[in-house]
Structures are given as structure tokens and as C-alpha cells.
């Protein structure tokens, strides 16, 4: 947070003042001058992440929709839209990575096509009381249904059958 004013002598002790504003010193250092804070430039659709201050630079970064165009990030570009079935990962953004989308993995979905919208969650049916009816993919939720109407249509073709065995077995009895 500081620069060198003038060196020891035999009589006098080092000199230092501090850094002007709008620069920095990271370390000590025998340097007469402190390095300018970065500019996140609005016009290259960069941002300010954190501010600088006298021992730290200021730190940019691509606004949203956004990601660096290459390994300096001096400059960003537009994403292009995540397809169904995979999700924006603001993470991967902000590391420089080229393509901020990924995959959707198992137990999530994004059934959108988006430039920010992340893989979202499958719901779980069974937080909600209820019992799975079709099983999600990367691009679609499940579809959840009351485990009474489970059990029904499981109970009326049971229950047929037995009626039906019944029927069957009076009228042979009859027959004979």
C-alpha cells in the first residue's frame, strides 16, 4: 500500500508514502511509483467484481449473458444460448472457460434454452406426499402423482381378476 519516497541513507531511515488513489502496492517493494487499479471497461461489457484498494488491484468480470473472450478477459462476447438439457454455470463464466454450459446431470433438468439459466432440480415427489409417475431427464422434470391413484390402479385390475376367478369358479361349479 505503499511506494518508496527516497532510499536509507547513512543519516536517514527509508521514506515511504502511500499509494495515491486509484493505485496500488502489493508487497514491499524499492519502487517510486504504485501500479493504477485496473478499469473494468463498460463499453468491453466488463464489470467491477471487487473494488481495488491500496494493496489490492480492482478485479473484473463479464457482466451477465456474458463470458471473456479469451485468457486476459480484456474484452467479453455474448454466450450463446445453453440447448435443452443443459445449464448455464456462472462458475465457468467467471473462470474464462469458453462455453459457460455443461450437461445437465442425473436429478437435474433445464428444460429451457437460455444464456443464464442453470440445470434446476428434479422435484421430489416425495417431499410433496406424492410418488413418481415419469421419470425425469436432463430436459424435463418428473412428473409426480398421488400414491393413492397408485395404489388404485393397481387395487381395480387386482380386484377383477379375483372376480373374474370367482365368476369362473361358480360357473364351473354350476356346470358339474
Not at 468480470?61 to 454466450?79: K, R
Not at 428434479?122 to 402423482?145: H, Q, R
Request: aromatic share 4%.
Amino acid at each position: 500500500g505503499e511506494k518508496l519516497v527516497s532510499e536509507c541513507s547513512e543519516t536517514e531511515d527509508s521514506v515511504c508514502a502511500p499509494c495515491e488513489t486509484g493505485h496500488y502496492q502489493p508487497s514491499w517493494t524499492k519502487e517510486k511509483h504504485c501500479a493504477p487499479h485496473d478499469i473494468c471497461e463498460g463499453n468491453a461489457g466488463l464489470i467491477v467484481k471487487r473494488q481495488g484498494n491500496a494493496t489490492h488491484n480492482t478485479v473484473c468480470q463479464c457482466q451477465a449473458g456474458t463470458h471473456c473472450s479469451d485468457i486476459s478477459c480484456q474484452t467479453c462476447v455474448e454466450n450463446q444460448p445453453c440447448q435443452l438439457g443443459s445449464g448455464f454455470v456462472a462458475a465457468k463464466a467467471m473462470e474464462r472457460m469458453s462455453s459457460p454450459c455443461e450437461p445437465c446431470t442425473e436429478g437435474t433438468f433445464s428444460n429451457v434454452s437460455s444464456k443464464t439459466e442453470p440445470c434446476h432440480p428434479w422435484t421430489s415427489c416425495e417431499e410433496k406426499g406424492l410418488v413418481v409417475k415419469v421419470k425425469g431427464t436432463n430436459s424435463s422434470d418428473v412428473i409426480c402423482e398421488s400414491s393413492r391413484r397408485s395404489s388404485l390402479s393397481v387395487l381395480i385390475p387386482v380386484t377383477a381378476a379375483v372376480v373374474t376367478c370367482l365368476v369362473g369358479v361358480c360357473i364351473y361349479c354350476l356346470v358339474h
